[in-house]
């Protein structure tokens, strides 16, 4: 697609409820990075694919954090038994590769998640 | 970790320059970037510096200084459109870019 796509873009949840949040790269990019945005906050790194391989799982926030690509391109990030401070906004961003650090990313739109 | 520090606002008028400076601290330095954020918006790429210097993009330019761990984004001729969030980030030589929490800069008439 001509860019990173994102959905739902915005998502009202109960606490306690699990939600999954899609994201779909710019076709040909083999990086896929989740980030999370709270309000008023800097991006906060969740994880990174290359391909479909997650080598490094420690930005998770908790283990009601997992994350998944198939095909090397749609990554699902799920989050179990929401809690009110996972509020914020998800971002999902592509890069050609991952050439240590260096790949300029690209940002989808982002969804909005509002746990009550 | 990465220690990224950068103004939390800056006020400026239309048609006018502002700087804003972005310091930091990390291991496996490998470039730094710039990114726009409109409220409400995805961050889009403003630019990449990997060497000491200045780039310059119309009316964006970028400076490194490897050395002293410092960069600065200059905004020059300023729109009202320009009123955004301006976002340092630290690229890694693993993987990971870290980004400082954003210099809110509002261009007034």
């Known amino acids: 697609g001509a860019g990173v796509s994102q959905s739902p873009s915005n998502k009202v949840t109960e606490k306690g409820k699990d939600v999954e949040l899609r994201c779909d790269p710019i076709?040909?990019?083999?990086?896929l990075y989740w980030y999370r945005q709270s309000l008023g906050q800097g991006l906060e790194f969740l994880i990174y694919f290359q391909g479909n391989s997650a080598p490094d799982k420690s930005g998770l926030p908790s283990d009601r954090f997992s994350a998944e690509r198939t095909g090397g391109s749609v990554s699902t990030l799920t989050i179990q038994r929401t809690q009110q401070e996972d509020s914020a906004v998800y971002l999902c961003a592509s890069s050609y590769s991952i050439a240590g650090g260096g790949e300029t990313q690209y940002f989808g739109p982002g969804t909005r998640l509002l746990v009550l | 970790g990465q220690n990224i520090d950068q103004p939390t606002e800056m006020t400026a008028t239309e048609g006018a320059i502002v700087q804003i400076n972005c310091t930091y601290q990390t291991s496996g330095f490998n470039g730094l970037f710039w990114y726009q954020q409109h409220a409400g918006e995805a961050p889009t790429f403003l630019s990449y510096n990997v060497l000491d210097g200045l780039e310059e993009k119309g009316r964006f330019s970028s400076f490194l200084s490897r050395s002293k761990g410092y960069s600065y984004l200059l905004l020059k001729e300023l729109q009202m459109k320009d009123s955004a969030s301006y976002l340092c980030a630290v690229g890694r030589d693993d993987y990971k870019l870290s980004f400082g929490a954003g210099t809110t800069v509002t261009v007034r008439a």
């Open positions: 076709s040909g990019h083999t990086a």
